[in-house]
């Protein structure tokens, strides 16, 4: 296809799919309910099909060049499968978001106000290599009442193409217009320019990738964009903290699972207790071969041990590492372990380990983070974590949605005014 | 100052308000309460220098060959000043939304998760010839604990920089930092590129102004910006209609002050009735100089009276007269109605008129707009009609704030948790 054809057709495709989310915010929740019980049993109905298709993007895969996490990524297994039609069927058994009256308010002149929870419209998603995001995301689209328009990676092209095949069919046989889940049918990056180009029929981006799509997206989106970017994430452990814990903690939020957002990159230490406490805490990161790099001050204190560590250059205080590697900062204050977490970290997610509950409110107030935690893991922030029963990522914007952004936050809201003839 | 310069001082401006704003948003009510009271006092207490420098803008203005609806937008008088301080101890008096606890989740492992409101952070405001604004803006950013950084129009300036010396000497008499609120000091377009690039610093872009203003800065922002967009209303007129309430709110949503974004561009009217009831509506238009353009069906039924009118053209459809005009469009049905609305409405404020609760809901229910009335003139969509107590503007997007926003709007939430060694 050439440019003018992709245009056209990423048009067509954003319009239809603003035409059929008109009618999906209409649909009832067993109308989205039973689409999506039927595209469970499609998928395991299909399994041999999808390992098929599976197969040829990993053999394309393997002939390009990419490596064994990558090709990980990619891979559907029947166990994968199994556990994403779960999946499924769990989202269908979530609360419908739709409809809630969020506020009513009656107004002296009799007017009443109601706020109701509604479907944002279209949502364009934007995604790299793993194909399950195609199932995931236009789930949650469409019991959140959403219509989407899905652009994948190159590399699962193959895999998404007959998830979408399988989602239109559900769509289909449960009544509603197939156009309500899209997947753009090409890889050519000259797509996602056009479909980020969509603001009349598209409503809102999600980008879900590396750092480099989503600064991509954000720079040449004329749709809102919510981001769900890096966490740099610290552990703050203050003068009264208990020992057991502090260390618990860290280990925790560093080692549980180093490669998500949510675990920790930076350990801050209250200067009055580092000389005890930090060679016992990195003693147990040693343990675990976290790699240590460390201020000048931590560096006396550990100079004396026998445990490895490395001078912290400037640039380890703002990275994310996502791998065994931690930052650690002698803090002289509470006060300084907050100014240095609100001026190097990403306003992710940020922990307090202490006994003293003013240090602890001090923390939770001061800290300008999505989830800030006192005497608990930086691990935890995340949808099911948080109740919400799914997530479709974690926002580190400030507007709309922060921190795990649920059926909820995928949707916006309306006023409806009755009255009986009131005019201004 | 030359690009670069610009560029730096931006730069510096904006981290500025970034670090004030930590420290506003842990201001107390009362801090932030006693600022706006001092500025209204200031704003009194100054008005012959204010209204000396108004007169220099109002000077360059005529210089200019500005037109008079232009100038009277500049102008400051004695009256409108006060009404100036007035809205500014009216904010004082509004409910503070920073610190609410939203929502509280007591998850089974313990963990004590609250949603709590916060401020964004720091606020662009982007804004044309009105000097108010000025004050308006920074006052509800102020209250809701929000650093803003404003940028104003050239034919404003001295106005403009009287205001913000006022609203600087007000935080440093109350003890919060004058970096709170900042003007850029100059008019030269290339500091408001500059500010569109400060998404390190700067949270959310708010633009006042005319649609080729706010198609700009939502092009060119890396900053997520919230639209305040045309409006594109619609009275719609069902069979069931009372024909009294049905042509008073036609006139009041038309014709109370039909420069504003709430009021109505496009009458619709059912098919069934409009033979009785469209020639007593165009009547009433006609008395209140409204420029009718119609269909082809208005127009057989208007050919037979003495009502002057106008074919519409396709553009008529879609377009904000922002005056005495009226499109008008006899609808086959209630359908017909809804989905006229939806392809060529812009979503702001629409209503039906319609004695029948069952057409009533479905046009409350399908009619995709921010308000949708029953029964009442599309004129109440404003902040103060919706008991918000004040309004930065009326949102026409669907993420984060749809329709007037008020205080709360201006707020985002984190999460805080709390544990006791929780780990994952």
């Known amino acids: 296809m050439n440019h003018g054809e992709i245009e056209q057709l990423v048009e067509t495709m954003a319009k239809k799919a603003r035409t059929a989310s008109l009618r999906l915010a209409q649909a009832s929740t067993n ?3 039973q689409v999506l019980l039927g595209l469970a ?12 298709e599976n197969e040829k993007d990993l053999a394309d895969g393997r002939k390009n060049g990419l490596n064994d996490a990558m090709l990980d990524r990619l891979l559907i297994t029947p166990e994968r499968l199994k556990q994403i039609a779960l999946s499924v069927r769990q989202v269908s058994e979530l609360d419908d978001p739709v409809g809630e009256t969020i506020e009513t308010i009656t107004r002296p002149n009799g007017l009443e106000i109601r706020k109701i929870r509604v479907p944002i419209g279209v949502i364009g998603i934007i ?54 889940v899209q997947l753009i049918p090409t890889t050519d990056r000259y797509a996602l320019n056009c479909m980020l180009k969509q603001d009349a029929n598209i409503h809102c981006i999600i980008p879900r990738g590396g750092a480099g799509l989503i600064r991509f997206v954000a720079e040449n989106s004329l749709i809102p964009v919510i981001k769900h ?17 502090a260390n618990e903690i860290t280990i925790n939020s560093k080692c549980q699972r180093p490669g998500v957002c949510n675990a920790a990159e930076t350990l801050l230490i ?23 790099r ?22 380890d205080w703002t990275e994310e590492y996502l791998a065994p590697i931690l930052a650690i900062k002698v803090a002289p204050s509470l006060e300084a372990a907050i100014d240095h977490i609100n001026a190097h970290g990403s306003g992710h997610s ?15 107030s001061g800290v300008d983070s999505a989830a800030v935690y006192w005497n608990a893991s930086t691990r ?27 059926l909820k936050e995928l949707c916006s809201y309306k006023f409806t005014v009755t009255g009986n003839g009131q005019i201004i």
Chains 1, 2 share one sequence.
């Open 31 to 33: 109308e989205k309910n």
């Open 270 to 292: 209250h200067e009055t207790i580092a000389t005890d406490l930090l060679p016992q805490i990195a003693q147990s990161l040693a343990e675990q071969e976290v790699e240590l």
């Open 380 to 406: 935890f922030t995340d949808g099911f974590q948080f109740g919400m029963g799914a997530e479709i990522g974690i926002s580190t914007d400030r507007l709309h949605a922060r921190g795990p952004m649920g």
């Open 127 to 180: 995604y790299e290599s793993r194909p399950n995001v195609t199932i995931d995301c236009a789930v949650l689209c469409l019991k959140s009442g959403n219509a989407s328009l899905l652009r994948g990676g190159r590399e699962a092209f193959h895999t998404n193409t007959i998830f979408a095949s399988l989602i239109s069919r559900a769509l289909e046989e449960g009544g509603l217009s197939p156009d309500a």
């Open 350 to 364: 940020d922990a307090i380990v202490t006994a003293d509950e003013t240090a602890a409110q001090k923390f939770l």
């Open 229 to 245: 970017f890096e966490g740099v994430c610290h552990v703050y452990i203050d003068e009264n903290a208990d020992a057991k814990m």
């Open 41 to 52: 049993d499609l998928l395991e109905e299909s399994s041999d099909a999808i390992l098929a």
């Open 294 to 315: 460390v201020d000048e001050k931590a560096a006396a204190i550990l100079g004396k041990t026998e445990i490895p560590f490395q001078p912290a250059k400037p640039g």
